[in-house]
């Protein structure tokens, strides 16, 4: 198993690392992408901030006006530079670990499960912050649009589900020629 430097002082023990973080990174990134490239430019059913409740405290900013899209596009792309970064730190953390012929780990299903719990993990916590605590927007506002969210919300368990099992059946994947990790 690759194992993370000790340090200089050589007090701590070396802790293994595997493809788990850099995984799960790659899906919270890929997943924000997703969401945002699809519900926000595609079908344009949302932005991040075109529906604040009221309660928040937090200005109304309406996709169709000029001035409400101009807040939205701004918040819109702070997102996508946020899972722009994800994204990066996630290949920068996998790059780092593999030591190994990189295209066993880009065919393993542990990264591939990883990725899926990330992209799970990443429309639970959006679904939850921003659908039902925050209230900043919906998947889809109008008629049924709890059922929207909740729909968006079980597709995240079910990534996250599929992944773990994706990712408990994987073959251990070398990353440093003798060691394995899933």
Do not use: K
């Not at 997703?34 to 932005?47: F, K, P, R, S, Y």
């Not at 066993?104 to 993990?121: D, K």
Request: cysteine-free; proline content about 6%.
């Amino acid at each position: 198993m690759a194992v993370a430097p000790v340090s200089a002082a050589g007090g701590r023990r070396a802790r293994p690392v595997g493809i788990a973080l850099p995984g799960i990174l790659l899906g919270v990134g890929l997943g924000g992408f997703v969401d945002g490239i699809v519900l926000h430019q595609i079908l344009q059913w949302h932005h991040l901030v075109t529906g604040p409740d009221p309660r928040l405290g937090l200005p109304y900013h309406p996709a169709d006006t000029v001035d409400g899209l101009r807040v939205n596009t701004l918040a819109d792309g702070l997102f996508h530079a946020g899972t722009w970064v994800a994204v990066l730190v996630g290949l920068m953390l996998l790059y780092r670990r593999v030591r190994s012929p990189r295209r066993r780990v880009w065919g393993s299903r542990a990264l591939w499960g990883w990725l899926l719990v990330g992209w799970g993990v990443f429309n639970l916590v959006e679904g939850l912050v921003n659908h039902h605590l925050l209230r900043l927007h919906h998947v889809r506002a109008g008629p049924g649009q709890l059922w929207w969210d909740l729909g968006f919300l079980a597709f995240g368990a079910l990534l996250v589900g599929a992944g773990w099992l994706l990712r408990r059946g994987a073959r251990p994947v070398d990353l440093d020629d003798g060691h394995p990790q899933v």
